[in-house]
């Protein structure tokens, strides 16, 4: 039976089609297939202008290519999930827990050295979050209270946006070590993602194309490695 490689962005009428079509040339092979959606893709969308034309200049024509949203079903069959983001891998285990180990960044399998930060900044974030919420309990009556106050009168609006503000503001300034922690974290991984070329010109879309060529090439070498004996 044939592996499944699923490949998830955000529209999927940019990178992820353009990295579909590159790890199947580049892998070549029927015993992997390939496939990509979009976590908030518009069902039926073509691939995007640029998106057809730097992949047209590779020789590859992605026209017929139609983006769909990302289903459970997806995730279930599917043996390995990339994404071109973070915060693209951690929206899809927040939407589907059962994922987790075989959810990863693109470049996070391309350089397995890149885990150990991510590893690292999810622990960190979680830990974050999980601060927050302790520090949070102690507001959590007043919270309630203001927020239904929000919603009753909404000629308080803002007197109550104000105080809200205060409390965060007060967890926050408690936070701000891990806060500054988990943005320097942010900042080392975000070179590793690739980044969204929609609404942009086309030299933006040969930027993505050049890199996702270099990606996948060393992607394809290790699945070749890992699936198919070396072929």
Not at 104 to 127: G, K, Q, T
Request: hydrophobic share 40%; charged share 40%; net charge negative.
């Amino acid at each position: 039976m044939a592996k499944k490689i699923l490949i998830v962005c955000r529209g999927n009428t940019c990178r992820s089609p353009m990295a579909e079509a590159l790890l199947k040339r580049t892998l070549n092979s029927d015993e992997v297939e390939i496939s990509s959606a979009g976590l908030s893709a518009i069902d039926g969308m073509e691939a995007s202008r640029w998106a057809q034309e730097v992949m047209r200049e590779r020789g590859i024509d992605i026209s017929s290519h139609r983006a769909r949203s990302l289903r459970e079903e997806d995730v279930l069959e599917a043996d390995l999930i990339l994404t071109m983001s973070l915060s693209q891998k951690r929206e899809i285990l927040e939407r589907f827990p059962h994922a987790r180990g075989k959810v990863f960044l693109l470049s996070e399998v391309v350089f397995p050295d890149l885990s150990r930060d991510i590893e690292e900044y999810e622990r960190a974030l979680e830990r974050l979050e999980e601060e927050k919420e302790r520090l949070l309990a102690f507001e959590k009556d007043r919270l309630e209270f203001l927020k239904n106050r929000y919603e009753e009168l909404k000629r308080e609006m803002n007197d109550i946006e104000r105080e809200i503000a205060i409390i965060m503001s007060r967890v926050e300034n408690q936070l701000s070590p891990q806060i500054f922690y988990v943005r320097k974290l942010e900042e080392k991984i975000a070179p590793y993602e690739i980044p969204d070329p929609y609404g942009k010109g086309k030299e933006s879309y040969e930027l993505v194309a050049r890199k996702l060529e270099e990606l996948l090439s060393i992607l394809a070498k290790r699945l070749k490695e890992k699936w198919l004996d070396g072929r």
